[in-house]
């Protein structure tokens, strides 16, 4: 045995040692601590703490563009309404309008007023994100921020991809983030930030139900990315809904993800989807569970075109599926009416100081407007006139006048998209009826095609080939396009054109129904496109634009059968103006394909001739 005095010996040196080792650790160790200090300074000012005007609750959010559009929780959002008062880390109070809710998804948009450079969050990647690396939340836990600077808790991501159950079918939290970072009410549509202080999620949800309202260590956030998904769609001012594909899914028992029921008149089953397919992919995802589907499709808003792999029979088949809504229009408007959550609690008021007092620490959101200045003056419901300018009500809108801000965008960029083809600005409104877009080319084939779009009459016409006779089609009559596209026909070309130039000379209101979708894929695939849908009798058209290009019309017979899409391709390429290729598409199959030679605009002429 080991006489006393070596072993005492021996423990000196292996604390000698360890000191050491510390010591040599030590630069690594103030160079974390100063990369976590400046990314806390880099962060702490996009956050905003949100205050309910009158002092009925509040919350928090953050920062993502310098002209003040920041996002939050829709249930931080909700009590206020219109108006909301938020306070940033510099001191200072800005008053913010609501601009779009996600009501399934628990986002809102809302916009600070009062300057152009605000700072602003850097939106990270949250796919990358991964269990065991650093974040930290920023936020206004139990409304503590009465002097405008917000509480930071640091911790790791615990998990990500969790799902957690809606409360019927809204506040559902899809491929959420979770983390052991303190998030205790109040935290609510804040953010969290990686180590480097860029963004990855809004926290929205803590693990609270039967531990008592307070942090447990389990606090969930919706991914950045979800909310990139939804970004578009907020913007337009619309209360917006999540996707569905149409078809339920349970893991099998082997493993996989299996369609146990499936919709007809769904866009999957039409691609070919059927109950006991596998699904192995969807919007680019993997799907091994029938958790990892619901995962994906929760992120994914209405009417969003993506990627769909399945296993059907043994083969493997790659397609495209246009998603539609978890809930109609009238019923996610009533659910969210009855369902709205109560404001987050405010700490029981509080007996005022004596003078010479310390401060109290908590307990700032009293029920008077004294104890909690940043709540705002408004009670009566009046709006300050700086929000009052910005937002309009109307029905299935949290604010209209967001939405007519961007039809008339939209509306103006379609005019200018093929300049040879629209009416001149100082042309009479109606002008449209003096003139006529005539448009020549070929098919892939061969054959020569002359289009002519006016407005009482649309006519193609195929040229003669070796094996076909010439072949005219036309359009006389709004029943005439809705039958072109309900039949699948290439006469539907002429509908999505027709439409279009409709819509260039008469603009939003007077075409029809009009409104701004939001952004979404082409053909499935990034970047977003805007998307300006307008209706007029039975035919919808959805027009595409990217960057004030038109690249697709989508012509809309009825929700139960493809539509017509009118692809335009080359736009823009090597600086044309005009498109070079035309595609007409039903599905995912091409049935006309157009290699345009010219586009012009003529005076209208008189035609004859019946469709063939």
């Known amino acids: 045995m080991m006489p006393r005095m070596f072993r005492n010996l021996s423990a000196v040196f292996l604390a000698i040692a360890a000191t050491t080792a510390c010591w040599a650790q030590a630069p690594a160790?103030?160079?974390?601590?100063?990369?976590?200090?400046?990314?806390?300074?880099?962060?702490?000012?996009?956050?905003?703490?949100?205050?309910?005007?009158?002092?009925?609750?509040?919350?928090?959010?953050?920062?993502?563009?310098?002209?003040?559009?920041?996002?939050?929780?829709?249930?931080?959002?909700?009590?206020?309404?219109?108006?909301?008062?938020?306070?940033?880390?510099?001191?200072?109070?800005?008053?913010?309008?609501?601009?779009?809710?996600?009501?399934?998804?628990?986002?809102?948009?809302?916009?600070?007023?009062?300057?152009?450079?605000?700072?602003?969050?850097?939106?990270?990647?949250?796919?990358?994100?991964?269990?065991?690396?650093?974040?930290?939340?920023?936020?206004?836990p139990f409304l503590l921020a009465s002097n405008l600077q917000p509480s930071v808790s640091w911790g790791i991501v615990s998990g990500v991809r969790r799902y957690q159950y809606p409360a019927g079918t809204l506040l559902e939290y899809a491929n959420c983030i979770q983390t052991d970072a303190a998030i205790?009410?109040?935290?609510?549509?804040?953010?969290?930030?990686?180590?480097?202080?860029?963004?990855?999620?809004?926290?929205?949800?803590?693990?609270?139900?039967?531990?008592?309202?307070?942090?447990?260590?389990?606090?969930?956030?919706?991914?950045?990315?979800?909310?990139?998904?939804?970004?578009?769609?907020?913007?337009?001012?619309?209360v917006v809904d999540h996707a569905t594909l149409g078809a339920t899914v349970v893991t099998d028992s082997e493993g996989g993800a299996v369609v146990s029921n499936i919709l007809e008149s769904s866009d999957a089953y039409r691609r070919g989807l059927r109950y006991g397919d596998e699904i192995l992919e969807l919007a680019g995802q993997p799907i091994m569970t029938a958790n990892d589907f619901k995962n994906v499709l929760a992120t994914l808003p209405k009417n969003w075109r993506v990627s769909l792999v399945f296993r059907h029979g043994g083969e493997t088949i790659e397609t495209l599926v246009r998603l539609a809504g978890v809930h109609l229009e009238d019923e996610l408007l009533e659910k969210m009416a009855g369902a709205l959550p109560p404001p987050p609690p405010r700490p029981v008021p509080q007996p005022k100081p004596a003078e010479n007092s310390e401060p109290k620490l908590e307990g700032d959101a009293e029920e008077d407007s004294e104890a909690n200045p940043h709540a705002g003056s408004d009670g009566d419901g009046q709006l300050?006139?700086?929000?009052?300018?910005?937002?309009?009500?109307?029905?299935?809108?949290?604010?209209?006048?967001?939405?007519?801000?961007?039809?008339?965008?939209?509306?103006?960029?379609?005019?200018?998209?093929?300049?040879?083809?629209?009416?001149?600005?100082d042309a009479p409104s109606d002008s449209g009826a003096a003139n006529e877009w005539y448009l020549q080319g070929s098919t892939p084939q061969g054959r020569s095609v002359e289009i002519l779009i006016g407005d009482d009459v649309q006519q193609i016409t195929l040229g003669e080939t070796d094996r076909e006779e010439a072949r005219r089609l036309q359009l006389q009559e709004p029943t005439h396009a809705y039958q072109a596209i309900e039949e699948a026909s290439p006469a539907a070309l002429l509908a999505a054109l027709g439409n279009l130039k409709r819509f260039a000379r008469l603009g939003p209101g007077r075409y029809g129904d009009t409104y701004y979708l939001g952004t979404m894929p082409l053909l499935g695939q990034w970047p977003l496109r805007d998307v300006l849908v307008a209706t007029a009798g039975d035919v919808e058209t959805r027009f595409l634009l990217h960057e004030g290009r038109l690249e697709s019309i989508e012509a809309f017979a009825g929700r139960d059968r493809d539509p017509a899409e009118l692809l335009l391709r080359g736009a823009g390429a090597e600086d044309a103006e005009l498109p070079q290729t035309l595609e007409l598409r039903f599905g995912t199959t091409p049935a006309l394909i157009i290699q345009l030679q010219s586009w012009t605009t003529r005076p209208a002429t008189l035609h004859s001739g019946s469709s063939s």
């Open 29 to 140: 160790v103030l160079e974390f601590q100063q990369q976590r200090v400046e990314a806390i300074e880099r962060a702490v000012p996009t956050a905003v703490s949100v205050f309910v005007p009158g002092g009925g609750g509040g919350g928090s959010g953050v920062l993502i563009s310098p002209d003040g559009y920041a996002l939050t929780n829709f249930h931080v959002s909700s009590p206020a309404g219109v108006h909301m008062r938020c306070g940033l880390a510099d001191g200072n109070v800005y008053d913010a309008v609501i601009i779009g809710i996600d009501p399934v998804g628990d986002l809102a948009l809302i916009r600070l007023l009062g300057r152009d450079d605000f700072p602003a969050a850097t939106l990270a990647d949250s796919d990358r994100v991964q269990p065991g690396d650093w974040c930290f939340v920023v936020g206004n």
């Open 184 to 238: 205790n009410p109040g935290n609510s549509g804040g953010p969290i930030y990686d180590a480097r202080g860029d963004l990855i999620g809004i926290v929205g949800r803590a693990s609270f139900e039967k531990r008592g309202r307070v942090n447990v260590g389990v606090g969930y956030a919706i991914s950045i990315n979800q909310a990139k998904n939804f970004l578009g769609y907020l913007h337009s001012g619309r």
């Open 384 to 425: 300050p006139d700086a929000v009052a300018a910005l937002y309009e009500q109307r029905r299935g809108y949290a604010n209209y006048h967001v939405n007519a801000q961007h039809q008339q965008r939209l509306w103006h960029a379609l005019r200018t998209a093929l300049p040879a083809a629209t009416p001149s600005e």
